[in-house]
């Protein structure tokens, strides 16, 4: 399985992007697609999950209201981010897993990021 994040790019406070993740291969039901981010000097953070098969959500506290994930099939998910700030600076991954969890390690494959810069 490969997933493949795009979208990431340079915004100001308050603007919107949406990241997209398309994997290889069919998506399960049973998967649940996630998004973390990872800040310069910071761990790994959850951001947002989606189970593929009943499109059931989860978000951060920090993200709620203002981060939206969605699925397309056959095999993407975008997470659409508006009202920004500088605290969403990360580099966004997305991942895939058969576990509903925001801990990182419970999921198994991981696309290679996508910079997300915010200006104040």
């Known amino acids: 399985v490969q997933l493949q994040a795009s979208g990431g790019g340079l915004v100001q406070a308050g603007g919107s992007l949406r990241l997209s993740c398309s994997g290889s291969g069919r998506i399960y039901s049973s998967a649940v697609m996630a998004w973390f981010r990872q800040a310069p000097g910071k761990e790994r953070e959850f951001v947002a999950l989606?189970?593929?098969?009943?499109?059931?959500t989860n978000y951060a506290d920090s993200v709620k209201g203002r981060f939206t994930i969605s699925k397309d099939s056959p095999n993407t998910v975008h997470l659409e981010m508006n009202s920004l700030e500088p605290e969403d600076t990360a580099v966004y991954y997305c991942?895939?897993?058969?576990?509903?969890?925001?801990?990182?390690?419970?999921?198994?494959?991981w696309g290679r990021g996508t910079l997300v810069t915010v200006s104040s």
């Open positions: 989606i189970r593929w098969s009943t499109t059931r």
């Open positions: 991942a895939r897993g058969t576990q509903w969890s925001v801990q990182a390690n419970a999921y198994d494959y």
